[in-house]
T-cell receptor, first 110, second 114 residues
Framework: GQQVMQIPQYQHVQEGEDFTTYCNSSTTLSNIQWYKQRPGGHPVFLIQLVKSGEVKKQKRLTFQFGEAKKNSSLHITATQTTDVGTYFC??????????FGTGTLLAVQP | NAGVMQNPRHLVRRRGQEARLRCSPMKGHSHVYWYRQLPEEGLKFMVY????????ESGMPKERFSAEFPKEGPSILRIQQVVRGDSAAYFC????????????FGEGSWLTVV
């Protein structure tokens, strides 16, 4: 079946450093979404990517969808302490339910 | 427009008791999803419901767990005879269309089994 791996599991950076998390699928995805979950909080939708090779930016966040639509990345430039949390990719599975990747926990040291 | 409402936010149950978690979707949303998040783990799909119908329950444990979304009232996730391993955050999400696009999460219900 379809599998989505997210790496790294955990990343610790100094404030101001960049951060990237990757989402890799064994099969082609119709679309991919990214969510952020703050510690003790609930997942919050960030963005959806649909087109092959698509790149979207939200301030310091850059999202990419691979040409083959099998992988995606989220890059944060110059991290801030407010970026702390777990970042999940998600895709639509059978019956259109959303299936989440394993997540990357980002810790930012001031 | 209120968001997805879940209650209780925190629930403590003794082993063997029943836990009932409620979810009211956003106004106008008829598609509800339940996810479970164990400590330090990701979000695992449990069940997808529309009004009065279970669409996909492939993530639900075979025993003790059930879900419903009646014509009137909130969706209910019911866990019978809870065990310590059921301790987790249970998130409900809703969607207006059920087409696999954006879903909106509630703040979660944290179940602790003692």
């Amino acid at each position: 079946g379809q599998q989505v791996m997210q790496i790294p599991q955990y990343q610790h950076v100094q404030e101001g450093e960049d951060f990237t998390t990757y989402c890799n699928s064994s099969t082609t995805l119709s679309n991919i979404q990214w969510y952020k979950q703050r510690p003790g909080g609930h997942p919050v939708f960030l963005i959806q990517l649909v087109k092959s090779g698509e790149v979207k930016k939200q301030k310091r966040l850059t999202f990419q969808f691979g040409e083959a639509k099998k992988n995606s990345s989220l890059h944060i430039t110059a991290t801030q302490t407010t970026d702390v949390g777990t970042y999940f990719c998600a895709y639509g599975g059978a019956t259109n339910k959303l299936i989440f990747g394993t997540g990357t926990l980002l810790a930012v040291q001031p | 427009n209120a968001g997805v409402m879940q209650n209780p936010r925190h629930l403590v149950r003794r082993r063997g008791q029943e836990a009932r978690l409620r979810c009211s979707p956003m106004k106008g949303h008829s598609h509800v999803y339940w996810y479970r998040q164990l400590p330090e783990e990701g979000l695992k799909f449990m069940v997808y419901l529309q009004k009065e119908n279970i669409i996909d329950e492939s993530g639900m444990p075979k025993e003790r767990f059930s879900a419903e979304f009646p014509k009137e009232g909130p969706s209910i996730l019911r866990i019978q005879q809870v065990v310590r391993g059921d301790s987790a955050a249970y998130f409900c999400a809703s969607s207006p269309t059920g087409d696999g696009n954006t879903i909106y999460f509630g703040e979660g219900s944290w179940l602790t089994v003692v």
